[in-house]
């Protein structure tokens, strides 16, 4: 951690700290804001400032010169118990934390964004949260969602089932959005709960003045409360602060890599439009499972030997083959249009299906229906006896996947939940009108 070499030298000579307000030129040019830390300093030539704006920039130190503003001496967060009473009047509900920004709070002493462990970091944060719920919060993991494992699904479950046994009224997931819509499916298939369980995150973070960081949180709170008893995922649904969707947590996924309305329904509509702390059904005809008193139940046994395969032009049979020499118990193709892929790949599907390996079709257009029948190569893909996927996202059937090799190692069982809508991820024979809205 720290600055060395050229960058060191170069903030040592203006008695710059980390923490520190700093004016720095170059190519006359101004940027103001404070020191960050720095992980990494492959070329040691540069420093990272974080701008009023909330952005992070990079600059390299040379031909540059630097102004001290003012010395690092904000004060951090107070850290003392804030020893708030519980109102009985209001449900309980308890936030868990895997990481991400949503669930994180700023150190103002160096502008960094650290995750807020404890229910007083969040309230501190996020006062509003008081007006809704008592809130108990706990960090159970501090990991970029990219690292997300099936193991860790599991350990997310388990904490969600402890806290319903624990009297939760509802629970809230931080998480990063990258893998968000994988938790919210593996947590599908592994709870079912008498209350409602939403996942939420936050695609920029709360020392930007575009976070959606507060609204996300507030209105997963607000879905924490309702009847809804499943495991949803709440995110914004347009680009400005106007409210948010509530997705069935199957049926969602990440569709842009910036934009604070990237989660969206695929092949259904959300369930429920949040706003002004109302929530709303979309379609009055739109099935859920309603809060309970219930017992919470866990099935979390899963095979984490399951491998997603994209078909493209060109493919190679031996991809297939390569997964079964290494032992894989399943596989989901992403195939193209209606669930296709090249004929060079047959031999090594009929290989799988003898040696008892399952793998379901799905297909790369999203929306529609996967339909093996219409034209003579899905016939044959049929034929070596790969499972339709129907309407089902790739992400969705890989995480079903793993999770239906768990319950069971008899192939006809495994094909029997592939096909079985277990949590709403199975949908209507027809989809036109999800794409068409």
Request: with cysteine; glycine share 8%; charged share 25%.
């Amino acid at each position: 951690m720290g600055y060395k070499g050229s960058s060191g030298k170069f903030l040592d000579s203006s008695d710059i700290s980390i923490g520190d307000i700093v004016k720095i030129t170059k190519n006359e040019t101004s940027y103001q804001g404070i020191l960050l830390d720095r992980a990494e300093d492959p070329d040691d030539k540069h420093i990272v400032l974080k701008l009023n704006s909330g952005y992070n920039v990079g600059i390299d130190v040379v031909d540059a010169t630097a102004e001290l503003v003012q010395k690092g001496d904000i004060p951090k967060l107070e850290h003392h118990p804030l020893n708030i009473k519980k109102d009985a009047d209001k449900p309980d509900i308890s936030i868990i934390s895997t990481g991400g920004t949503v669930a994180s709070v700023i150190d103002y002493k160096t502008g960094a964004v650290h995750p807020a462990f404890t229910a007083d970091d969040l309230i501190r944060a996020n006062p509003e949260l008081l007006s809704h719920a008592n809130i108990n919060g706990k960090a159970i993991l501090n990991i970029l969602s990219e690292n997300m494992r099936p193991e860790y699904w599991v350990k997310t479950a388990r904490a969600i089932v402890d806290e319903i046994n624990d009297g939760a009224d509802g629970v809230v997931i931080a998480h990063g959005t990258d893998t968000m819509h994988y938790t919210s499916a593996a947590l599908n298939f592994m709870l079912d709960t008498p209350v409602p369980v939403v996942v939420t995150g936050a695609q920029r973070s709360s020392d930007r003045p575009s976070s959606d960081a507060f609204m996300n949180l507030i209105s997963s709170l607000v879905a924490a409360k309702s009847n809804i008893a499943e495991v949803t995922l709440c995110m914004h649904a347009e680009e400005d602060d106007s409210y948010c969707y509530l997705h069935r947590g199957t049926k969602v996924r990440k569709m842009h890599t910036t934009r604070r309305d990237t989660f969206r329904s695929i092949n259904a509509l959300p369930i429920a439009k949040i706003e002004n702390g109302n929530l709303k059904l979309v379609d009055k005809t739109v099935e859920y499972k309603k809060r309970s008193n219930n017992d919470v139940h866990l099935r979390d046994e899963l095979e984490e030997k399951v491998a997603l395969i994209k078909s493209y032009p060109g493919i190679p049979g031996d991809i297939i083959d390569y997964h079964i020499d290494k032992g894989y118990k399943g596989m989901v193709l992403e195939g193209t249009g209606l669930g296709h892929c090249p004929d060079n790949l047959l031999p090594s599907l009929e290989r799988a299906k003898n040696e008892d390996i399952p793998i379901i079709m799905t297909s790369q257009c999203f929306y529609g229906l996967v339909d093996m029948n219409v034209y003579s190569t899905g016939r044959k893909i049929l034929s070596a006896g790969v499972i339709s996927g129907l309407d089902m996202l790739p992400e969705t059937a890989y995480v079903k996947m793993v999770w239906a090799l768990g319950q069971t190692d008899n192939i006809e069982e495994v094909k029997k939940i592939i096909q079985t809508d277990i949590a709403g991820e199975i949908g209507e024979k027809s989809s036109e009108k999800f794409f068409l809205n």
